[in-house]
């Protein structure tokens, strides 16, 4: 056993492991706190249980992570929330979450279905030593060296790339390329799970996509984990809660520097593990009272997708999609020519793509095109609801 596992089952039995996953959620709640210090009641009960989901997302990722054995398991799609979701999730995607461990290589196999699917190496800075030292109360402070939730990801491939004519793939997951000529996709020693976004059209015809992944090297897997495997597990899953916490509230706060507006804020987007290689994704905070509307205008570009939809403070969707109401997709959206005209605002303003934002007036906002054909010029303004019928369209 190394030093590193040593400290690391040694911090298990004794719980120093368990108080220091207790203490870093702890902190991720001090977040939320100075947060809401002079908001309303509204976003502090949302934050609070935006970090009890973050709780239960992060223990599905990290405490309960499954990688790969050599007797395979299939990669399921995971469907957008009703409402929440985490990062201005869209209604239109469902994601792929599988954990793999970069030190071995993976055959992934099955078709490709007629959604278009974005996969990409998910490898965010964990340290070395990760489980053998405390984070804790100072895990915040740590994050520039120690966040699971900050992923910029290179290694990334369009899964319609790899199909062969009859819409079979076959290809290799791994870090070096394969020496046999199999197709591949890289991923970097620190990658820790396989994503994917399916951006669906129409989700009552469309075929997703089916996939097998297969570990091909021999290894031991222990079930349930060994006690320096949990105490690692553990020390992920806190820091990964913290990332989360932290980085979202980081770009909100940037965002509301900017109410009513929106742009391609590539900095964050990278930060928090999007794909601006396949994507261009404005992002705004709203802020609109009643007896006020803010209207969004945009030439559409040839694009695989678009979508515009409202959040609350927290990133948490308001849509609710199995009603098609709270956001505007390019499948729905009326045009006048190849202009576009959103308009948010709490009575109906009498004009097409209206979005009422229910029982909120403020929160983050986002316009996501997936892969446009061209940079979209996209304006925004707030004006009395009374004035969107004759409001001129922009130059």
């Keep these: 056993m190394s030093e590193f596992d040593a400290e690391r089952a040694a911090r298990l039995h004794d719980g120093r492991a368990w108080a220091d996953f207790c203490d870093t959620f702890k902190a991720a709640g001090d977040i939320i706190i100075r947060q809401t210090t002079d908001a309303d009641d509204q976003d502090r009960v949302e934050g609070f249980r935006y970090l009890t ?18 007797r395979g398991n299939g990669i399921g799609l995971i469907p957008p929330p009703l409402k929440g979701g985490i990062g201005v999730q869209s209604p239109n995607q469902d994601h ?40 804790g109360l100072e895990s915040e402070s740590q994050l520039e ?65 089916r996939l097998r992944i297969v570990c091909l090297d021999e290894h031991e897997q222990s079930d349930p984990p060994t006690p320096e495997e949990m105490s690692v597990r553990l020390a992920v899953g806190g820091q990964l809660i913290m990332g989360l916490v932290a980085d979202y509230e980081g770009w909100t706060n940037d965002l509301r520097t900017r109410v009513n507006d929106t742009e391609f804020t590539r900095e964050w987007y990278e930060k928090i593990g999007g794909s601006p290689d396949d994507r261009h994704f404005e992002f705004g ?11 969004v205008d945009f030439v559409e570009p040839e694009t695989q997708h ?12 308001l849509a609710n999609y199995a009603t ?15 202009r576009v005209r959103i308009v948010v605002a709490h009575e109906d303003p009498g004009v097409p793509n209206w ?22 010029d996209v304006t925004s303004r707030l004006v009395d609801v009374g004035d969107v019928k004759d409001l001129p369209v922009p130059d």
Aim: with cysteine; net charge negative.
């Design 53 to 70: 989901r973050m709780f239960f997302m992060a223990a599905g990722r990290s405490i309960e992570r499954r990688t790969p054995s050599t």
């Design 96 to 135: 792929i979450v599988q954990g793999v461990d970069s030190q071995f290589r993976y055959r992934i196999t099955g078709t490709v279905g007629n959604v278009y699917t974005h996969l990409s190496a998910w490898s965010p800075p964990v340290p070395e030593n990760v489980g053998a030292f405390d984070s």
């Design 145 to 209: 060296y120690f966040n699971p939730n900050n992923a910029k990801t290179p290694h990334s491939v369009v899964l319609a790339d790899l199909a062969e004519d009859d819409g079979t793939v076959d290809f290799i997951l791994s870090v070096e390329p394969p020496d046999d000529g199999s197709k591949w996709m890289s991923m970097a020693p620190t990658t820790r799970e396989l994503m994917g976004r399916a951006v669906w059209d129409d989700r009552a015809n469309q075929i997703p996509p």
């Design 285 to 295: 905070y709203w802020d609109v009272p009643d007896g006020k509307a803010l209207v």
């Design 306 to 317: 678009w979508n515009f939809q409202l959040c609350n403070h927290w990133m948490e969707n």
């Design 324 to 338: 098609g109401k709270g956001y505007i997709d390019k499948e729905n959206g009326v045009r006048d020519g190849e």
């Design 355 to 376: 979005i009422e934002p229910a029982t909120h007036d403020h929160g983050v906002m986002g316009l996501r095109f997936v892969r446009p054909s061209a940079e979209p």
